[in-house]
C-alpha cells in the first residue's frame, strides 16, 4: 500500500505563489506518473498537470505557463508551484498515483 501525503496548501492573494508537495511512501515511485487535480464543493474533481516518469509534463489550459509540475525522484516527492494565482484556482488539490493511488488533499484558497 502507497500512501501520499500533500503539503503546502493555504490561504494567499490574488497574484501570489504557492508550492504544494506530495511525498509517497514505498518504493514504486519512480516508475509511476504523478499527477495533480483539484475539487471544489458541488464540482468534478479535475486534472491540472501530470508528470510521467520520465519527466515529460502536461498541463490543463487554465493553469498553463502559471503552475509548473517537477518531481525529485530522490525524494519520492512531487511538486506543483503555483504562480500568479486567482481566486478561481480555490480548491481542495489532491496528488494521484496515475491509476493506483490519491492523496487525501490540500485546501488553496486564493482571497481577491
Known amino acids: 500500500q502507497v500512501q501520499l501525503v500533500e503539503s503546502g496548501g493555504g490561504l494567499v492573494q490574488a497574484g501570489g505563489s504557492l508550492r504544494l508537495s506530495c511525498v509517497a511512501s514505498g518504493s514504486i515511485f519512480r516508475g509511476n506518473g504523478m499527477g495533480w487535480y483539484r475539487q471544489t464543493p458541488g464540482k468534478q474533481r479535475e486534472w491540472v498537470a501530470s508528470?510521467?516518469?520520465?519527466?515529460?509534463?502536461t498541463y490543463a489550459d487554465s493553469v498553463k505557463g502559471r503552475f509548473t509540475i517537477s518531481r525529485d525522484n530522490a525524494k519520492n516527492t512531487v511538486y506543483l508551484q503555483m504562480n500568479s494565482l486567482k481566486p478561481e484556482d480555490t480548491a481542495v488539490y489532491y496528488c494521484r498515483m496515475v491509476g493506483l493511488y490519491w492523496g487525501q488533499g490540500t485546501q488553496v484558497t486564493v482571497s481577491s
Open positions: 508528470i510521467s516518469s520520465g519527466g515529460t509534463t
